[in-house]
């Protein structure tokens, strides 16, 4: 009983900290950094395919051409995030998580070393794949830390450690911003050097994450390596009795091989699962459609088109970065408080009414001088909306709407859905942008509007449910019955560990 206690508690050691730490800056603030690093020097980049263009062709670039070229180097990033996201699974089993995140490090010094010889060489190709190798990057390392944190943190740490990556995404963004400034990095000379400086926290984290241990769990299970999961849990634990951990490990292990796994085809044809999975679904392409990625991949262009003063733009750039960071701290506590419906419903509202007030303010711009702040501020408004409810909530929502057995399915499909949606705003923005103008912003308050009427009408509040309630309230859509006096279903559901739905993110 004593060493229950003592498991309960478990503090948090130097080891699990700077393992966190090393992890978290290595990949997370990386992934972070890429998103917003082609908005400031966007221009400069763009002046450069223009004149490679016209030196290799002899005649200059066409608009359409350029935008084109552009977008493609924008939104190759999501594209890859998306294969990336597909390798998690082989490459986890094969390599570990600890030997993953060393692994995926070659997705970022590799096209960082491209990046920074793209211009020598002449080549915004060069820049298009290594955007897309960098993608690759940061769609691993968004599934592999917070599975590498999850699986070396204690119970009671686990939603704690569980923000670290969010923060860290938040934080590289805000990087990314600060570095853009016109008198630091982004400017015409600056830029490939902004664009190589990703490679710095992979070569941090190549030479760190060694020194920290291997995630134990995968030691044991996959591995059977009982001797090196016992060392890594002790330094993990800072106590050499780690027994009770490692068989708690074990039981957990056979109780999920017990149930089984679901494959994405056999979640596809589960009646059962049908409006849940729907709701997943459209809940992450509400997310990604409503155009929080295109503020942080054309922020500038915004603006610029908002009238904002050109010195100033850069300036209200990094401070949309620190809402951000502000924002995302401040929903942690929110979302652990408030119920999943009602900031959904508040976030995408907030974010529809955000989206139509800019339209407005971008069309009145030339009539009225104060304009430009109005629109700063829909901005500003549109980055805490989404932060409350749209970038966090859907990831809480898959956990609490899937149990273990179907949650893996249900994750390759919500992430799927995530990085194709975020790769097609990234696509089209730029093109909507100069096709619809100040109008751009209607059909993204067009989808929070959809999104929010889909959520009002089908997505039930799931805050303190268990999985077997959320699939009562989804019976009858998915017109199933189901037998409460199926006592067998009910145990299986009280092996569920609330830690694991305490995990949130962003974008
Ligand atoms: C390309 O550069 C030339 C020369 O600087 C400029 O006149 C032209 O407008 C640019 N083309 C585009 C599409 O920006």
């Given at each position: 009983c004593e060493q229950k206690d003592k498991m309960s508690v478990s503090r948090l050691t130097w080891v699990l900290a700077l393992a966190t730490l090393t992890a978290a800056f290595g990949s997370s603030f990386q992934y972070g950094y890429n998103v917003s690093v082609v908005n400031s020097p966007s221009q400069f980049m763009q002046q450069f395919y223009n004149a490679t263009y016209t030196e290799r062709y002899n005649r200059p670039i066409e608009g359409n051409y350029l935008t084109l070229l552009w977008s493609l180097s924008v939104s190759m990033f999501p594209l890859g995030g998306f294969f990336g996201s597909l390798m998690v699974a082989p490459l986890v089993n094969r390599l570990g998580r600890k030997g993953t995140l060393l692994f995926n490090n070659i997705f970022s010094i590799v096209p960082a070393i491209m990046m920074g010889v793209s211009e020598i060489a002449k080549s915004y190709e060069i820049i298009i794949v290594a955007r897309l190798i960098v993608g690759i990057c940061a769609g691993l390392s968004s599934n592999v830390v917070p599975m590498y944190l999850g699986e070396i943190a204690p119970k009671n740490l686990r939603g704690a450690l569980g923000i670290v990556p969010q923060l860290f995404i938040t934080v590289g963004i805000l990087c990314a911003q600060v570095l853009g400034i016109r008198n630091i990095l982004g400017n015409s000379t600056g830029w490939t050097l902004m664009l190589g400086l990703t490679s710095i926290p992979a070569v941090i984290e190549l030479l760190l994450l060694p020194f920290f241990p291997e995630s134990p769990r995968y030691m044991l299970i996959q591995k059977g390596d009982e001797k090196k999961a016992t060392e890594a849990l002790q330094r993990l634990r800072?106590?050499?009795?780690v027994d009770t951990e490692l068989l708690e490990m074990r039981q957990e292990d056979q109780s999920e091989k017990a149930e089984g796994h679901l494959t994405v085809l056999s979640l596809l044809s589960q009646r059962s699962l049908r409006w849940q999975l729907i709701s997943i679904v459209i809940m992450n392409m509400g997310q990604q459609l409503s155009g929080v990625n295109a503020i942080y991949y054309y922020a500038d262009s915004i603006y610029a088109s908002a009238g904002v003063r050109e010195n100033d733009i850069q300036y209200v750039t990094v401070g949309t970065g620190a809402v951000n960071v502000f924002m995302t701290i401040t929903a942690v506590f929110i979302v652990e408080a408030a119920g999943r419906r009602l900031l959904l419903l508040c976030g995408f509202g907030i974010c529809c009414g955000a989206c139509v007030l800019l339209t407005v303010a971008l069309t009145l711009q030339a009539t009225v001088a104060w304009m430009p702040y109005v629109s700063i501020a829909c901005v500003i408004i549109y980055v805490i909306g989404h932060a409350i409810g749209p970038s966090p909530i859907p990831y809480v929502v898959a956990t609490e709407m899937f149990r273990q057995t179907a949650r893996p399915a249900a994750f390759m499909v919500a992430g799927s859905v995530h990085w194709l949606s975020n790769f097609t705003v990234g696509l089209i923005f730029p093109f909507l942008e100069v096709g619809l103008g100040p109008y751009s912003f209607i059909i993204f308050a067009f989808i929070c509007l959809v999104t929010l009427i889909y959520i009002w009408m089908v997505v039930p509040e799931t805050k303190k449910k268990t999985f077997l309630e959320v699939f009562q309230m989804f019976a009858k859509r998915n017109k199933v019955e189901i037998n409460l006096g199926h006592s067998n279903l009910r145990l299986k559901e009280l092996k569920e560990t609330p830690e694991d739905a305490v995990k949130v993110t962003t974008f």
């Open positions: 800072g106590w050499d009795d």
